[in-house]
Each structure stands twice: as structure tokens, then as C-alpha cells.
T-cell receptor, first 114, second 114 residues
Framework: AQSVSQHNHHVILSEAASLELGCNYS??????LFWYVQYPGQHLQLLLK??????LVKGIKGFEAEFIKSKFSFNLRKPSVQWSDTAEYFC????????????FGSGTRLSIRP | ETGVTQTPRHLVMGMTNKKSLKCEQH?????MYWYKQSAKKPLELMFV???????ENNSVPSRFSPECPNSSHLFLHLHTLQPEDSALYLC?????????????FGPGTRLTVT
């Protein structure tokens, strides 16, 4: 069965620190990949997505993610975090062969110390 | 009007009650989804509708009964629930259910079963 693993449940950083959140999935076929973010008190919203092409994807608010097919990974990065990045981050995978099914990871809570 | 709305935002119900959750999207999308979000667990896909037809039932117990009268509205009818069904229930919509489009989420209904 397909699954998505987010290894870090809670990450605490100081402002201006660099961020990398891990995401690994188990599926051998072609995938669409997503990172969603949920800011405190707000809806889940899309941060960035990868469908095909350049494996380095840039999203909103300075976030980027790199798809490494050989490692089944889609890690999220930001070179310098801000206090406003405090949120919960969810990685999600859609296997193109099972179109309507998107599998979410359990989320990583990011806390930024001002 | 915001993209995806859900009512009620909070619901407390006894195990013998019958209640319904409502979701409405104002984005002109054709696919709608129900998810269950429990603490420290991955977001669980429950049901998917595409052009009013159910395309995915992720082995959800029959005490949860979805209804999609048109592409803009989605209901989740609840009866004889269990305490472990207490969770945040999220509705989402997307252009279609092929996985090629991002999902837009509502704020969720916080359900407590007593």
C-alpha cells in the first residue's frame, strides 16, 4: 500500500535558520507530489506541487522542494525561516495510476522562535 | 464568499444522534472530498465525488453516509457514531479528481462524539 512518511513530528528553529523537512513515499510508479501548509487558525492550503519537469520546485513564501526519484523523497526547504512560518506542514502524494486518491503524511509542526 | 465553506464549525453529538455536515464550494470545481483529521495521524481520505458520482470510498464504516446532490454541495450524514469518530472533518474541492489539480480545503467541522 502507498504511504507517506514525515520523519519530523515537531521542529523548533530560531528565525533566520535554514529549514529542511523530510518527506518520503512508498510507490514505485509515477507520482504527483504536494506540500500543504496549515497556519494557526487557517485552512490547509497548497505551498507547492510537482507534476513533471524540473525536480526543483519553487512555491510561495520562499519555499522550495526537490523531488529525488531514486530516494522516493520530496523534501521541503527554506534558506531562512521567519516567525510567520510557524505552521503545520503536510506532504502528500498522488499516484497517477490511482488518480483520485491522495495520501497525506502525518504532518510536521514547525515552531519558530522570534 | 470564501472558496470552501463548512457548517457547522463545531458539533457535539451523542452516539444515538443523527446529524449532517455540510460543505459548499464556490470555485466551480467538479470534484469534492471528505477527509478525517485526527490528532497525530495522517489526514485520511474518506470519500471522493467527481461530477456528483462517488469515485472513492476508502473503506469508511456505513455510519458515515455521503451525499453529493450537485458539484457545489457535499454532505456527510452521521448516525450511531462512536467516540473514536471524534475528529476534525475536512471538505475539499478540486477542478477534477484526476490528481492533476490542487485541492482547496474548508475550515473543517470539529466533531465530538459523547
Amino acid at each position: 500500500a502507498q504511504s507517506v512518511s514525515q520523519h519530523n513530528h515537531h521542529v523548533i528553529l530560531s528565525e533566520a535558520a535554514s529549514l529542511e523537512l523530510g518527506c518520503n513515499y512508498s510507490y514505485g510508479g509515477t507520482v504527483n507530489l504536494f506540500w500543504y501548509v496549515q497556519y494557526p487558525g487557517q485552512h490547509l492550503q497548497l505551498l507547492l506541487k510537482y507534476f513533471s519537469g524540473d525536480p526543483l520546485v519553487k512555491g510561495i513564501k520562499g519555499f522550495e522542494a526537490e523531488f529525488i526519484k531514486s530516494k522516493f523523497s520530496f523534501n521541503l526547504r527554506k534558506p531562512s525561516v521567519q516567525w510567520s512560518d510557524t505552521a503545520e506542514y503536510f506532504c502528500a502524494v498522488n499516484a497517477k495510476s490511482s488518480a483520485s486518491k491522495i495520501i497525506f503524511g502525518s504532518g510536521t509542526r514547525l515552531s519558530i522562535r522570534p | 464568499e470564501t472558496g470552501v465553506t463548512q457548517t457547522p464549525r463545531h458539533l457535539v453529538m451523542g452516539m444515538t444522534n443523527k446529524k449532517s455536515l455540510k460543505c459548499e464550494q464556490h470555485l466551480g470545481h467538479n470534484a469534492m472530498y471528505w477527509y478525517k483529521q485526527s490528532a497525530k495521524k495522517p489526514l485520511e481520505l474518506m470519500f471522493v465525488y467527481n461530477f456528483k458520482e462517488q469515485t472513492e470510498n476508502n473503506s469508511v464504516p456505513s455510519r458515515f453516509s455521503p451525499e453529493c446532490p450537485n458539484s457545489s454541495h457535499l454532505f456527510l450524514h452521521l448516525h450511531t457514531l462512536q467516540p473514536e469518530d471524534s475528529a476534525l472533518y475536512l471538505c475539499a474541492s478540486s477542478q477534477d479528481s484526476t490528481g492533476a489539480y490542487e485541492q482547496y480545503f474548508g475550515p473543517g467541522t470539529r466533531l465530538t462524539v459523547t
